[in-house]
């Protein structure tokens, strides 16, 4: 895998990464996902400055999504489910996605925006958790045909976000190689002060029962509640936690469409 994550794959491969309601990843499965996807990608003919959007929950297959984008050059799009199919096939067509890649609790809503004209370009739909649904190739049969070899030329690619579109229509704003960066830079702090007071709290006496820590060894992590659609979820949580090798449970409850009125 790439930079970011190659050295706690590396170091503590059977070690948990991610985890959320339905399953789990240690650091050695997700780098072998990881690098299926880049490839998966790449054999759609997606590639380096190409977007993509992703209408999902918090979910394990999401930062799969993001860190294979993140490691590939892909700019991904992170919609909120909240929206209705006209609003997100404007997001599709502005941004100048070539894929969408959907969560199950979203299939029919972004099916009915990849019909509207304006979704025209897409040339891929993949649906997460849903194998049966015949609108859309399945996530992980698609994963499942990459390679797992480490990717070559492999080129920073991060989110776009949408405002609200308070005073009109909503408008992308990339994150920047830069300016991702400068965000770790910004939260490095925050991260070292939490782990030097764990690092304290266990070099004080043994790891608590049932502790799967050793003395001495201590790896941030952090409970990620806010949606993913959210710049919050991904720069202030995602980011950083993955920088240091933490680990990242997150919630799935809350992640369900409003109600039509």
């Known amino acids: ?11 503590r491969g059977d070690e948990l990464a991610l985890a959320d309601d ?16 880049v490839h998966a990608l790449r054999d759609a003919g997606l590639g380096s400055g190409d977007t993509i959007s992703v209408v999902a929950g918090n979910r394990n297959e ?18 909120s489910w909240h929206l209705v199919a006209s ?8 941004s100048g996605s070539k894929a969408v890649l959907v ?11 990849l019909a509207d004209p304006r979704s025209s370009a897409v040339e891929l739909a993949v649906a997460i958790g849903a194998p049966g649904d015949t609108r859309f190739a ?21 989110p776009m976000f949408y405002t609200s579109g308070t005073t009109g229509h909503p408008k992308g704003a990339v994150l920047t190689h830069r300016g991702a960066a400068s965000n770790l830079l910004n939260l490095a702090f925050w991260q070292t002060m939490a782990g030097a007071a764990q690092d304290m709290a266990i070099a004080a006496g043994d790891p608590p029962p049932g502790s799967d820590k050793k003395p001495g060894e201590s790896y941030p992590g952090s409970v990620l509640a ?7 979820g991904c720069n202030c949580c995602l980011h950083p ?6 680990r990242l449970p997150s919630c799935t409850a809350g992640t369900q469409r409003r109600p039509s009125s």
């Open 241 to 246: 936690v993955t920088a240091v090798g933490g």
């Open 62 to 79: 999401w930062f799969e999504v993001a860190l294979a984008c993140s490691h590939a050059g892909v700019v991904f799009v992170p919609v």
């Open 103 to 113: 969560g199950h609790r979203f299939t029919d809503v972004v099916a009915e925006a």
């Open 1 to 11: 895998m790439a930079v970011l994550t190659r050295e706690a794959a590396s170091a």
């Open 87 to 94: 609003e997100m096939a404007y997001i599709i067509e502005d």
């Open 138 to 158: 399945d996530f992980e049969a698609f994963l499942g045909s990459g390679s797992d070899a480490e990717p070559k030329d492999q080129a920073f690619g991060g």
């Open 226 to 232: 806010v949606p993913l659609f959210h710049v919050t």
């Open 22 to 37: 339905d399953d789990t990843r240690t650091w050695a499965q997700l780098d072998i996902r990881v690098n299926r996807l």
